[in-house]
Every structure is written in C-alpha cells, then in structure tokens.
C-alpha cells in the first residue's frame, strides 16, 4: 500500500514562497500612484519575464495582490511596479519606504505578444494606470526602436495631473518611429493643457498607422477596451490583430483557486493578455457585451 510521504512537503518546492524584495527607490507619480523600483535580497542571477506579466506582491499581515510589472526586461538588476491606492493592501505598500522589503512570487501569466509586432506598426493604447503593463513593452522598443515600425501610443487620463510616466514622455517622443498622443476626460479651470480632451478614441484620427500591417494593444478600465476595441474594428483593424489586458480579482495567481476564472479561461495563466477573439468569446465581461 502506497503512504504517504511525510518528507514530501519539504521536499517539493512551495508554489507560495515568496521572495523578498527591497524598495530601492520611490517615484511619486500622482498623488495616489507611485513607481518603486525592487532588488531582490541576496539575488545574483537576473529576473526574467515579458512585459504585461505581474507579480503577486504581498505584505506581512496586510494581504497579497497581482500588479503588473512596469519595467523593461532590459533593466536586469532590479524591475518596477507602479502601484495605485485603492484599498488596504495598496494603501499599506503606499506607506513604504525605501528599504523597505515585501513578499514577491512570480512572474506569471502571458504577456504581450511582442515576437508577433517585430516588423509590424504598433498602436499602444491606455487608460489611467492601465499604462503601467506597457510601460515595459515601450521602453523594450525605445531601445529596440530599429526592430519595430511605426509606434504609436495614445494615452488617455481624467485630468492632467492623473498621467503617470510623464517623466519619460521626451525620451518616447525622441525615439525614432514613435509618436505619442495624450488625452484628458477634464481640463480643470487655470491648467495649461495643449493636447487632447475627450476620450481616447477622439485620438484616432491622428494615426498613421496602416492597420493592415499592425497590431494593437490595449490596457484600461473594460468599458473603455471595449469601445476601443470596436472604433479599432471599424477602423480596418482585424479581430486578431488586437491584445487586451483583463484585470480580474485574484488569489493564486497561478491556476488553482479559480478566483479569476471567465469561462474556461483562468485570467491569471491563460492572461492577463488576450487576443480580442479569445475574450469576446468569454462570459459575463464587458468586452464580450455586444456592439
Ligand atoms: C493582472 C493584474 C495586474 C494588475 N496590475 C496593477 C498595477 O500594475 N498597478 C495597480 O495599481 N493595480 C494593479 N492591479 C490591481 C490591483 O491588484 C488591485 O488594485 C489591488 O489588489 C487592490 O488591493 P487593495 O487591498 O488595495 O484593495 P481592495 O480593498 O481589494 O479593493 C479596492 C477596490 O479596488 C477594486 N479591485 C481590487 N482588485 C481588483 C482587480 N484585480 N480588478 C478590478 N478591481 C479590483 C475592488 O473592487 C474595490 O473597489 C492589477 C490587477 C491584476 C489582476
Ligand atoms: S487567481 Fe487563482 S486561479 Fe487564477
């Protein structure tokens, strides 16, 4: 008869462990957003992931989530997260400081499908913090500019003081074949803001991009990629030429608990990036909702 191995536990790594990381540095990006940049204690060999991946981060005491990692893979020693306040567990890495450690596992899920862009035109679309899985996949191709063709990112916010990355606007639009188009739902009274106001479609008309020879991809609140999604359609871009990144509410991260589940589709390994035909064959999410 078979028994069971009491050493097996032990022997077996534990999918749950997390790795320390220290907060290297902090950047305030708005009032409620901040980037931190992470080293992992006592990690020599360098972490590896694709933008559009996350990590689960958690805090002793506090709780665990998934945010995407906001680094390019390129920055070997250390990678980003850029972290929005919007409940306890948010709220407490909010109140970090440098030196400061938290609990990491990852990365996991499938990012963006950059090996299928090389070559083509790029339309990168985002709303609000929805930059941050993009940021990654932006400065990839700002040092990788000659691999891509022309790059487009169009970003859209409430006001002009919800942008993030807006220290490194210059840099993307000095890069060769890139262009960067923002836009604001409101201009409060007294701002000075020379660009766009309305929603992030309203940009659409200033693209150059050919869609026939382009992908898309998109990251924001789901109310927002759908109608994304369907101006793209209409605008020539095929189905499948465009990627979304779905946030759902998650657990394990890592296709056990069933926390992220549409469908058949486990959010967390199967996403957070999906091809448009893939989602709007989902259940009970507003991508699928129909035009
Ligand atoms: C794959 C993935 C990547 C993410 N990347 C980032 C990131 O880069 N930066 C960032 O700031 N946040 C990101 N998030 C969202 C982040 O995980 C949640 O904001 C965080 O876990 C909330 O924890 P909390 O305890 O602070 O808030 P809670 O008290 O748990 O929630 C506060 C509010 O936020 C809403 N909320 C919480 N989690 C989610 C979720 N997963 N999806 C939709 N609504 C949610 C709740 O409904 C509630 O209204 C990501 C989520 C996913 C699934
Ligand atoms: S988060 Fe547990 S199955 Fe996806």
């Known amino acids: 008869m078979k028994t069971f191995d009491r050493n097996y536990y032990r022997q077996t790594e534990n999918p749950y462990k997390t790795k320390l990381a220290v907060i290297t540095k902090i950047h305030q990006e708005t009032s409620e957003t901040k980037t931190y940049t992470f080293k992992f204690a006592g990690e020599k060999h360098p972490f590896d992931f694709s933008p559009g991946?996350?990590?689960?981060?958690?805090?002793?005491g506090i709780g665990e989530g998934p945010f995407s990692i906001?680094?390019?893979?390129?920055?070997?020693?250390?990678?980003?997260?850029?972290?929005?306040?919007?409940?306890?567990?948010?709220?407490a890495i909010g109140e970090l400081e440098v030196g400061h450690a938290v609990?990491?596992?990852?990365?996991?899920?499938?990012?963006?499908?950059?090996?299928?862009?090389?070559?083509?035109?790029?339309?990168i679309i985002a709303g609000g913090v929805g930059l941050a899985p993009l940021r990654g996949l932006i400065n990839l191709i700002?040092?990788?500019?000659?691999?891509f063709g022309k790059v487009e990112v169009m970003y859209g916010s409430r006001k002009p003081d919800?942008?993030?990355?807006?220290?490194?606007?210059?840099?993307?639009?000095?890069?060769?074949?890139?262009?960067?188009?923002?836009?604001?739902d409101e201009v409060p009274k007294g701002v000075k803001w020379?660009?766009?106001?309305?929603?992030?479609?309203?940009?659409?008309?200033?693209?150059?991009i050919d869609p026939a020879n382009a992908l898309a991809f998109v990251c924001g609140p789901e109310i927002m990629m759908r109608f994304v999604a369907r101006s793209l359609i209409i605008r020539g871009f095929s189905e499948e030429s465009i990627f979304v990144s779905l946030e759902r509410r998650m657990e394990c991260g890592m296709a056990k608990c069933g926390r992220c589940m549409i469908?058949?589709?486990?959010?967390?390994?199967?996403?957070?990036?999906?091809?448009?035909?893939?989602v709007k064959a989902l259940p009970h999410n507003l991508l699928a909702a129909s035009f």
């Open 53 to 60: 991946q996350f990590n689960m981060i958690s805090l002793l």
């Open 194 to 208: 020379p660009y766009g106001e309305g929603i992030v479609t309203n940009l659409f008309d200033q693209s150059e």
């Open 263 to 278: 469908g058949p589709k486990y959010v967390c390994t199967d996403g957070p990036v999906f091809s448009y035909p893939e």
């Open 103 to 123: 609990g990491i596992r990852g990365p996991y899920g499938v990012g963006w499908p950059i090996d299928s862009a090389r070559g083509k035109d790029l339309l």
């Open 142 to 147: 700002v040092e990788q500019h000659h691999n």
């Open 70 to 91: 906001s680094s390019a893979p390129t920055q070997k020693d250390s990678f980003d997260h850029t972290i929005r306040v919007v409940g306890d567990l948010t709220k």
């Open 162 to 184: 919800n942008l993030i990355f807006t220290d490194e606007y210059d840099t993307w639009r000095q890069t060769p074949g890139m262009r960067l188009f923002l836009t604001v």
